[in-house]
């Protein structure tokens, strides 16, 4: 988590160009389902609060690089406008078993999202070894991301379609923790297909995601996996690494580091029941993202 605070001036600045950087973008104005234009057939969405939140949360990101956020943002909304990932977290039905295999949690407002990958391999040849369902893979990955956002955006009062309770809302609540639990990995799968999915996946959240990772956790790690750490961290930038922790143990994630938002069972926390039992059934889109995957054309549709 950054501790740059954000450059207010830069803030506002950013605000005014906006229309420039969304016509760079090739016109595209939707920005983790909120509406950065308040201009055209979206307008009715749009919230300057929310806004400037986004806003700022870039400008910690990079620095308060004047250039260098307005070039990610129009990267950032190039790359939206194509994947469509509201449509991942939303819209797109993804392989049953990967929704069991991702759980997204909410305690005490903070957002967890644990993927179970260790389970993975035990779908070795249907998921890992299958290209077609590795780009399905990436898709549902994606979804994951997007449905925690809104979850995060949400428990702080970030209403996207303009009636939310802005008082609530501060840049430093709008951190996401992750999970990785590799319990029965004993040998990585080799497969040059899923390196390249899991190098994409890493490539896809550093770049069109910064700054919405508190830290992550890699639990169940077996020792003699360390190597692999090494293999997937030579991609990743050293502020992004310095939020990462390896533990062999997963109840040290409760013991050690996250008590109050994790279950006893497993992760050694305090609270009761399974992690299953704690996951976040539904989370409902705000009216602008069903406008966009419902009523826009989509480059998938
Ligand atoms: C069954 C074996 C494994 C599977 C299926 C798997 C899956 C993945 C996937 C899909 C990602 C992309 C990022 C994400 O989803 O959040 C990832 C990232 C990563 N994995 Fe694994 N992984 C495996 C084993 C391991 C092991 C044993 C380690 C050792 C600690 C490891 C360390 C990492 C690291 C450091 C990243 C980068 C995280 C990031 O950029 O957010 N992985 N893995």
Redesign the pocket.
Known sequence: MSTVKPDEKLVLQLLSELPSIIEKSGNYSELYGVELSNEGDSAKYYNEDNVKLLLGKLCKAYNNDHEKISTQLVKILKWRSSFNPLSCGFKEKHNEFLEHIGIITSEKGQVITW?I??E??HKKDEI?NNPENLTKFIRY?VGLMERGIQLLLLNNGVDASGNGTANKKTLDDLYMI?V?D?AT?SM??RDPNFKK??KE??EI??EYYPEWLKQ?F?VN?HWS??F??NI??KF?NSE?KKK?V?LSDSHKLGEEYLGEYVPKETYGGNLPGSLASMKVKEIKPNDYILHMIFETESELD
């Open positions: 993927n990958y260790g993975l391999i890992l990955r992750q990785h590799y990995v990585f799968n999915t899991v996946i890493i959240f550093q992550k890699f790690v996996l360390g692999i750490y997937f961290t990743i992004i990462f390896v």
